[in-house]
Nanobody, 123 residues
């Protein structure tokens, strides 16, 4: 069974940093685009970032570009989201998600999700 387990969320002050991790199992990790999405209080699901199967190409929402960095370690079945210069607007539950495809093509085809980890940015 596909399993995605996020960790690393917590409370951080504006301008601070957090590193989110996602441990994946139950599928051939290296064959899939991996994605981070988030849901802020009172809002719908928002796509944050993608990394292709080999880790070379990354994509970011305009709202996080320049502040967040996605990466992956295929040997460890891990996806990382390094979040810097955090803003109150980044407060959300962050989910790691598996894409059905090996390469991104301008849209997502997500078929599995983690349980989420809460990030709260507040003074």
């Amino acid at each position: 069974q596909v399993q995605l387990v996020e960790s690393g969320g917590g409370l951080v002050q504006p301008g601070g940093s957090l590193r989110l991790s996602c441990a994946a199992s139950g599928f051939t990790f290296s064959n899939h685009v991996m994605t981070w999405v988030r849901q802020a209080p009172g809002k719908g699901l928002e796509w944050v970032s993608d990394v292709i199967s080999g880790g070379g190409n990354t994509y970011y929402a305009d709202s996080v570009k320049g502040r967040f960095t996605i990466s992956r370690d295929n040997a460890k079945n891990m996806v990382i989201l390094q979040m810097n210069s955090l803003e109150p607007e980044d407060t959300a539950v962050y989910y790691c998600a598996k894409d059905r495809r090996k390469f991104s093509s301008g849209s997502s085809a997500l078929d599995a999700w983690g349980q989420g980890t809460l990030v709260t940015v507040s003074s």
